[in-house]
Structure formats: structure tokens, C-alpha cells
């Protein structure tokens, strides 16, 4: 069966799935097509059931829960980092409600954290690789960054005005989940249940093997050093990654729970992941 699998060109994603591209993991009989698109375009896919298994950001779940289950694994969770809100010069939180954000779309996590932490807020969307840039050059005078410019920013000349991930901590004292892979319903549940083994065992073989692993995933860095590239994969590729967990699991229905509260989505939020 080919199961197009849909992933972010990142390094922590490229890690993941190191296990399948190398050939390390029995794949069971699934012929993989890997499918790299940025997560704002996962996320529109995902609204069509374009993939029979994806990344999207948390946000979108409810958004295609008709469609998608959650798979058991393949989480990016922050245990007290995530998305950074960063600016040319210091602003008090107070300040960001009346300044235009440059945000990496409606349907990310980082948006709707953004939304909880500091309320409604005038925004313009930006290709998230493009963000830092446009707060450096003047364009946007505030932007709200994911993936590595979360360790870059002050190479740029930028300052930290809120890290998501330490709110939501002090919020909740759970980790924050940012990014969920899913796959379609219509697999049926004995084809989910082998897929989902199949994709965290390619997770698994990564961590067990994290020098190749490394070297593999260095391929989508988008020029990162190699510390900070490690680093990167270090932080959203960990056990929460293999398996949520009880943990892991109340942080998603937390979130959710939270969203459905300020009215995010329009029907109820059923949390569902393959068994």
C-alpha cells in the first residue's frame, strides 16, 4: 500500500524519519512517498484529506478530526520553550495588543498560543522562514517565530519579548504541544495500527542512532550550525516524541480544551488517537 507521508523540510521531522529513508525499519509492506511542504500548507491539505498520513500543527486537529486520528507519537512538545515572540528593541506584553504581528499562519499552534497568552491581536501572515527578516528590516515590528529561528533570533539583532512555551508552563506546569502527526480514517483500524508501529519505529531507530540520524537530518538545517541543529532536534525530538504518554496526552487536552473555550472551533473537540 503507498502511504504518502507528509512532513515539514526541518531537521527535527528529516530525524524522525531518518529510520524510513535509510531503510533501517521494516516497513511492513507500506511503500512511503515522503511529501515535504511547510506546516501552513500541511494544514490546508490536511482540511482536504490530500495525505493519508501527515504532520500538521495541534491547531488544525479539530479542523479535520472527521478525517484524521491522531497517531500515539510523532509530537513536537516544548517542556518550557516554544514559540518566541521577538521584536527590534524590549516591548512589555501590554504592548503587543496594539501592534501588527507578523505570524507563520492562522492554523498554527504558535497562533492560537499567541491568542490565549495576550488575547485578540492585529496580525499579517508570513512565511515563517521570512519572519525574522521582516522584524530585522523594519517591515513588521513584531513577529512570532517557530521551528529554528527559536535559537537564532538574537544572531539577528532581535529580543525576546515572550516564550509561549515558558507561559504555558507556568500556566499549566504541563509541556506544550506545538506540532501532531495523524492519518486518515479510512486506512481502517487494522492498517492504522500497523502504520502507526511502522512511523515510531522510524522515530525510535533515530534516537538509538542519533549520529547518522544527525547526519542525515543536517541535509534539511537550512544552514544551521551543527551544535544548533543538534540542539534543535534535541528539543522537539525526545520520549514525548515515541510516545505521549499520560503526560503528554493531558497537555493535549488541555490546549484543545482551552481553544474549544475561547471559541475556536465551531463543533466539539473529540481527542482520538489510534490504539
Known amino acids: 500500500m503507498k502511504i504518502r ?13 531518518w529510520g524510513l ?7 511492513q509492506g507500506f511503500d512511503f512517498e515522503h511529501v515535504l511542504r511547510d506546516i501552513q500548507t500541511l494544514n490546508e491539505w490536511a482540511l482536504e484529506g490530500r495525505l493519508e498520513t501527515t ?5 488544525a486537529y479539530p479542523l479535520i478530526q472527521d478525517r484524521y486520528v491522531l497517531l500515539p507519537h510523532g509530537a ?35 497562533f492560537l498560543v499567541l491568542r490565549m497568552a495576550i488575547g485578540d491581536f492585529r496580525y499579517c501572515e508570513v512565511p515563517f522562514d521570512e519572519i ?22 538574537e544572531d539577528e539583532g532581535l529580543v525576546k519579548v515572550l516564550d509561549l512555551g515558558e507561559w504555558w508552563l507556568l500556566e499549566t506546569g504541563l509541556p506544550l504541544p506545538l506540532g501532531a502527526n495523524v492519518a486518515r480514517r479510512d486506512l481502517g483500524d487494522k492498517t492504522l495500527r500497523r502504520l502507526s508501529d511502522v512511523l515510531q519505529a522510524s522515530i525510535r531507530a533515530g534516537l538509538d542512532n ?38 503528554g496526552r493531558r497537555a493535549v487536552a488541555e490546549l484543545l480544551q482551552r481553544a474549544e473555550a475561547m471559541g475556536a472551533y ?8 489510534v490504539s
Open 210 to 247: 542519533r549520529g547518522e540520524a544527525m547526519a542525515y537530518a543536517m541535509e534539511f538545517s537550512r544552514g544551521l550550525e551543527p551544535h544548533l541543529a543538534d540542539r534543535f532536534v534535541g528539543m522537539y525530538v525526545n520520549d514525548l516524541t515515541c510516545d505521549y504518554g499520560e503526560e
Open 5 to 17: 507521508l507528509g512532513h515539514s523540510p526541518d531537521a527535527d521531522d528529516a530525524f524522525m524519519f
Open 55 to 59: 504532520a500538521i500543527s495541534l491547531h
Open 21 to 27: 529513508a535509510s531503510g533501517r525499519v521494516d516497513t
Open 76 to 110: 513536537s512538545m516544548g517542556a518550557g520553550y516554544g514559540p518566541i515572540v521577538v521584536a527590534r528593541e524590549p516591548l512589555a506584553l501590554g504592548d503587543l495588543a496594539e501592534i501588527e504581528i507578523a505570524v507563520p499562519g492562522r492554523m498554527t499552534t504558535a
Open 266 to 273: 465551531e463543533t466539539p473537540v473529540v481527542v482520538e488517537f
Open 132 to 153: 525574522l527578516d521582516q522584524v530585522k528590516s523594519g517591515e513588521s515590528d513584531v513577529g512570532l517565530i517557530i521551528h529554528e529561528g527559536q535559537l537564532t533570533y
